[in-house]
């Protein structure tokens, strides 16, 4: 079986759930991003973006190297997103070791440039270093820091970075599920939204994010239209997971 549809032994289901309750700072705390980086490094082509995202695939599809990255499944569904919106600017908060960025980078049009935001530094640097292996840096920014940290990343992020009013076209969410409504909600108080701006949000079913379905259901026509897309949890096929990808109509935070 492929890495999208791997049936993990129950056992290791469990062990891997277990492992994720006891993560820190967006770390698995055994090493295993920094063997990533090894990993990817030793068997993908340098300036090979394709390469690099199957490196990631298989080495998250060995036993008990399990990483909480997109996956292969969903990680297609925002690349085509991401191929319907033909987005200039790009968001993303949960950066982890880069996975995501590097579907969205190739998705993305040619000129086209993503900021992924992620409060762990050493994860931002698992991520810059993928990046740079397969030939992305150019296209993909990381920012050290959270929306919600009091100010400093929305400034950074403002007046480093260029982001303005109605200046951005899509965001991916897929960090602390607690944060996504507030961070909506921060990004939409900036004004950088526009009519026709998609935001995809990961995870809305496992760990899940409920409040974030609630205010989308709620705004559902009126602010915003947003498809439901049910898929499974990252590297296994026994638990459903949810992406939700929204097209904003325009409106208030
Ligand atoms: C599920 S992982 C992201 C996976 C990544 N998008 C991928 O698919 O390759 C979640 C990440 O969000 C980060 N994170 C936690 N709180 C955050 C916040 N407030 N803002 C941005 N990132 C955050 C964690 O450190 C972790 O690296």
Known sequence: MGVTGRKFPHWELVAMLLRLK??????????????????????????????????????????????????AEKGAILERAVGRARPTRLLELGTYCGYSAMRIARSMPAGAHLWSVEPNPANADVARRIWEHAGLSGQVTAVVGALGDGGGTLRKLRERHAFGPGGLDFVLIDHAKNEYL???????????????????ADNVRIPGAPGYRA??????????????????VEYQRLLPDLVLESEYLGGPA
């Open 22 to 71: 006891r993560m820190r700072h967006g770390r698995m705390g055994d090493g295993r991003e920094e063997e990533l980086v090894e990993h990817v490094l030793a068997v993908a082509a340098p300036g090979d973006p394709d390469a690099a995202i199957a490196a990631v695939d298989q080495f998250a599809a060995r036993p008990n190297r399990f990483l909480i990255n997109i996956g």
């Open 182 to 200: 507030p961070d909506l909600r921060r990004i939409l108080a900036q004004g950088w939204l526009h009519p026709g701006s998609v935001v995809v």
């Open 215 to 232: 205010f989308m259901r709620a705004n559902q026509g009126r602010w915003w239209r947003t498809v439901e897309h049910a898929a499974h």
